[in-house]
């Protein structure tokens, strides 16, 4: 059997060619992560008689391990174009809120996310998770797509440095554009990749991504410097977001020690040991519920751009997707890295016309690949792949026009759904908006009785976990 069979390609309408770059597409622009996330669990992750700096490099390899391994089951058993990592926002939660901030050790922080794994696998081979996403009211599943393509936007704008944080209106343009090589190179490249896309040409995306890429090498090789973000800081007062450079040093060939992840990989055990239970159990309850939400809105929003969505606005056999999330978040838990989660940046790749699993597996395979040469993935600087999240951003707004705007009830829950994924960098926040307005909404205008008793849970739920997340909760309990 070949690979056109084994993905049903024909009767997705695809092919191997657009498969392959669909793939491409997805890895270049998520692949940031590769250094990202051990960043962000580096501050927290401190292994005695291990450097600081091969703890970074052990991180960097599970993370590639754990999203290879994700989303090779996401191609191969789901068949679905969604690539997985540990995600961004989780991984800062268990590194600076959960260990930095509540003292709570790396191993149990790490145990808490091997647990909420097996409850995935549990609750989704029984088929609750797909259930509970099935009880999403239709304006929110519709206004998914257009808050996520939003989300993209603005990330991509921030890294591209077009816009900067600003003490007084929290976010500004940058004032600092007309001298900020990164800037211009960003903007010219994202125009150029949307004259691209406008005149259909094939693989608009890479292109648009290897140009800006080959023009920030060539400006770096001249001379060109980024504008100083601590310059900027003093004369305009605004913060600016890394990279700091046009063109990321040459990758680091890491030796041997820095794949014997033995320290890492199993540490769950040890904090399995030292379970405090009420703690424990809203580590794992926070981690769960956003977790949840975020998976459930991507899977929701990037299969509304791919047309997968059925007529009642879900996604058919979402039993599966979210089997290769779970599998992923307990196996990235076993190996040391925090949640592993579906991807947003796999918009991009759909985007190309990647509809079948054979995109997961390219990027699973490139995944792979980088091991040899860690963190091969940065040659791409970040800019240049994030201006695509803008491009994508503005293609998945033009799903609003699915929302029947003429409905208050309709349009308040899609319209906080929409407006709050950006404003909190958070899909899982998005959700909670529209998910607890509908049905106030509904029984304001006196028509309580076509909201599901599951949906006014659904909503006591999400209430419940902002009083424990934001209320000081975690911090008594610990």
């Not at 009642?312 to 978040?329: E, Q, V």
């Not at 980088?370 to 091969?376: E, I, Q, R, T």
Request: charged share 10%; net charge negative.
């Amino acid at each position: 059997m070949g690979l056109a069979d084994y993905f049903a390609l024909d009767e997705h309408d695809t092919d191997v060619r657009t498969e392959v770059l669909a793939g491409v597409t997805t890895f270049l622009t998520m692949s940031y992560i590769v250094v990202v996330n051990p960043a962000i669990l580096s501050e927290a992750i401190q292994i005695d008689g291990i450097s600081p700096d091969r703890t970074f490099q052990m991180i960097a390899v599970v993370t590639l391990i754990a999203a290879a391994t994700a989303t090779f089951v996401m191609a191969v058993y789901a068949n679905r174009p969604f690539a997985q990592a540990p995600g961004l926002g989780l991984n800062a939660f268990f590194a600076f809120t959960v260990v930095i901030g509540l003292g709570i050790p790396w191993q149990t922080a790490l145990a808490a996310v091997v647990v909420e794994g097996f409850i995935f696998i549990a609750l989704t081979a029984v088929g609750a998770r797909e259930y509970i996403i099935r009880l999403f009211p239709e304006p929110v599943k519709l206004a998914v797509g257009a808050g996520i393509g939003l989300f993209l936007a603005i990330i991509g704008l921030e890294e591209m440095r077009v816009v900067v944080g600003d003490p007084a209106t929290f976010i500004t343009f940058s004032p600092v554009f007309a001298s900020d090589p990164i800037a211009i190179l960003s903007v010219v490249g994202l125009f150029l990749t949307l004259a691209l896309y406008a005149r259909n040409v094939p693989g608009s995306i890479i292109i648009g991504i290897v140009a800006t890429s080959l023009a920030g090498y060539a400006a770096k090789a001249l001379g060109y410097a980024a504008y100083s973000a601590d310059t900027a800081a003093d004369v305009y007062g605004v913060t600016m977001a890394a990279p700091m450079s046009l063109a990321p040093d040459a990758p680091v060939v890491y030796d041997a020690a820095s794949y014997n992840i033995a320290p890492l990989a199993g540490a769950f055990i040890t904090g399995l040991q030292d379970v405090q239970g009420v703690s424990f159990a809203l580590i794992v309850f926070t981690f769960f519920f956003v977790d949840f939400f975020d998976t459930a809105g991507t899977l929701t929003g990037v299969g509304q751009v791919a047309g997968f969505l059925d007529e009642d606005g879900n996604l058919p056999d979402m039993d599966k997707p979210l089997m290769a999330d779970a599998i992923g978040t307990t196996v990235g838990g076993m190996l040391g890295t925090s949640t592993v989660t579906t991807y947003i940046e796999s918009a991009t790749g759909v985007e190309e016309g990647g509809r079948t699993g054979l995109t997961a597996l390219v990027v699973a395979i490139l995944f792979v690949a980088s091991l040899a040469v860690v963190p091969l993935a940065v040659a791409v600087p970040t800019y240049a792949s994030h201006l695509v999240l803008v491009v994508v951003g503005i293609i998945m707004l033009a799903n609003v026009s699915e929302i029947a705007w003429d409905d208050i009830t309709y349009t308040v829950p899609a319209a906080l759904t929409i407006l709050v994924m950006p404003f909190t960098f958070s899909i899982a926040y998005g959700l909670a908006a529209g998910i607890v307005s509908y049905p106030v909404v509904k029984a304001a205008v006196g028509e309580a009785d076509e909201v599901h008793a599951g949906q006014w849970v659904l909503a006591a739920l999400f209430v419940l976990y902002f009083f424990v997340r934001t209320g000081g909760i975690l911090s008594a309990a610990v």
